[in-house]
């Protein structure tokens, strides 16, 4: 039976991954590296320090990463203030099913806690999570089980009650490897027959979701 669930939240809860992509492809202009925003599916779901071992292979050990920091922030502070953060189609509600029926439910997401908590606060999410984790708080990122054990952990539950929603294969390897329900919600990246094989549902939309718990719940009491 599932008694928690843990949320990843770029790319899960907001539909931020598009808007960083399109952050970096402005970033990539300034700097001389156009089509930079192309690369962002193959840091899904990695912290900070996985990002920067990503660009380093990529770009070598000359990326200017303190430009590359200052014109994120900026152009990206940039969207939030003309745009706002954008939730995704039913994250509301699954987090207001999930209150209503009792689940324990923590956050973890490879952004620093500033960042999570400050977007979480803003869009009035944050009052319905119980614990989490943040990627400044891990010393190893995604794909890497540390997240999700210390999310379980946080919530006072063992991995394998516990739901893990992901958008990323990176994520959904984490979940997996930490021994719990892992369940993906494509966003940029469609799942391989690999990550198909390590989640146990793959869902158009977090709107599926609500109906896959009371499924599982159903066939575990």
Known sequence: MIRGIVFDMDGLLFDSERLVKRTWNEVGEILGLPGLGEHIRHTLGKNR?????????????????????????RIFAGIMEREGMPVKPGARELLAYGREQGYKMGIATSSSRNYAVEHLKGTGLYEYFDGGVFGD?????????????AACESLGLEPGVCMA?????????????????????PDLVEPTEEIRGLAYAVCDSLTEVKGLLETINRSTR
Request: cysteine-free.
């Open 165 to 185: 929603l992901e958008d990323s294969p990176a994520g959904i390897r984490s979940a997996s490897s930490a021994g719990m329900v892992p369940v993906m919600v």
């Open 137 to 149: 708080m891990v010393t190893r990122g995604k794909p890497d089980p540390e997240i999700y054990l």
């Open 49 to 73: 320090r996985g990002r920067n071992e990503y660009f380093i292979r990529a770009f070598g050990e000359n990326f200017p990463f303190e430009a590359f920091d200052r014109e994120n922030k």
